[in-house]
């Protein structure tokens, strides 16, 4: 008489345990959608609290202390001290460069780079300047 293969009790064991996997998962979400008298109350407190909300009060806080922040950083970035910083940058890649720390590629990101941070404020200029 021939034996069943090793995997048919393993199978039936799977197939049981599936089964029983998506019982319990239709039944957790049968429960789940059902509505009580708590989520009702919920639902119409916060349809309530909508109503009678305020403005935010966003719109009347002063920013200007960390805008004049923001706008010496940029100011300090593309005016005469950002020319220093990119020119001893340039200096620095090139003599990297030079003596073979760094390749041809890695000196033009960092060329790159600057000239992004340079041409920042006139790409923002342009994009805010559109709408």
Same mark, same amino acid.
């Given at each position: 008489m021939m034996s069943q293969p090793f995997w048919k009790p393993l199978l039936k064991i799977l197939i049981a345990n599936v089964t029983r996997a998506r019982s319990a998962a239709v039944h957790w979400r049968s429960h789940f959608f059902q509505t009580s008298w708590i989520s009702n109350l919920f639902v119409a407190s916060l349809a309530l609290f909508l109503l009678i909300a305020e403005p935010a009060l966003a719109q009347s806080i002063d920013l200007s202390p960390i805008q004049s922040l923001l706008q010496g950083i940029v100011d300090a970035l593309t005016g005469p001290l950002g020319v220093v910083?990119?020119?001893?940058? #340039?200096?620095?890649?090139?003599?990297?460069?030079?003596?073979?720390?760094?390749?041809?590629?890695?000196?033009?990101?960092?060329? #790159?780079?600057?000239?992004? #941070?340079?041409?920042a404020p006139t790409i923002v200029a342009a994009v805010f300047a559109g709408g």
């Open positions: 910083i990119a020119t001893l940058a #340039v200096l620095g890649v090139f003599l990297s460069w030079f003596f073979n720390i760094i390749d041809l590629r890695q000196a033009l990101w960092v060329l #790159v780079g600057i000239a992004g #941070v340079a041409a």
